[in-house]
């Protein structure tokens, strides 16, 4: 059975900085990435990144703020966030693809718990 089990998240200060991170149980998955689900909004995509490419692709509302990066060693995808803002406040979720890429409309199958980020104005 798969797990994916994230850490990482907290409540922090606009302009401030966490590290999200996501340990898969089983295997190394093609396509890992991050979801978002605000409170009375629908999950949205923020970042993913495929096994066999270095170019990871963004949401355009993280695009120069968030990094996402894979060690595959450990199973383990990271989502750095930088100069967080009011708005990113979510609950971000790990997903993960095994052969096919995680796109903004098509996730994987299987998902992380989800980690509580909050940021106050």
């Known amino acids: 059975q798969v797990h994916l089990v994230e850490s990482g998240g907290g409540l922090v200060e606009a302009g401030a900085s966490l590290r999200l991170s996501c340990a898969a149980s089983v295997r190394t998955f093609r396509s890992m990435g991050w979801f978002r689900q605000a409170a009375g909004k629908e999950r949205e995509f923020v970042a993913a990144m495929s096994s066999m490419s270095s170019s990871p692709y963004y949401a355009d509302s993280v695009k120069g703020r968030f990094t996402i990066s894979r060690d595959n060693a450990k199973n383990t995808v990271y989502l750095q966030m930088n100069s967080l803002r009011p708005e990113d406040t979510a609950v971000y979720y790990c997903?993960?693809?095994?052969?096919?890429?995680?796109?903004?409309?098509?996730?994987?199958?299987?998902w992380g718990q989800g980690t509580q980020v909050t940021v106050s104005s």
């Open positions: 997903n993960a693809r095994e052969y096919l890429p995680i796109t903004y409309s098509s996730p994987g199958p299987y």
